[in-house]
């Protein structure tokens, strides 16, 4: 529910952003929220969108937004 918010909030965040942002809001370990990337692309609920520099780990990542 958290990353869903997250992304509903911050369309084109990457994994690790939104992941952050669920951190600041309640607690946790960003990596516990990131791991569900996967899951919400796998049920259709949040779609890719384009690659860009992550403003957490500066990497080259993909970005999502809410459906």
Known sequence: YY????FHLYPGATAQEAALRCVEWHDG???T???RVKELVKLGLIVEC????CTVTGKV???YRAK
């Open 50 to 53: 384009e690659r860009r520099r």
């Open 29 to 31: 370990m960003t990596e």
């Open 33 to 35: 929220y990131r791991k």
């Open 61 to 63: 990542a993909t970005t």
């Open 3 to 6: 990353m869903m918010r997250a």
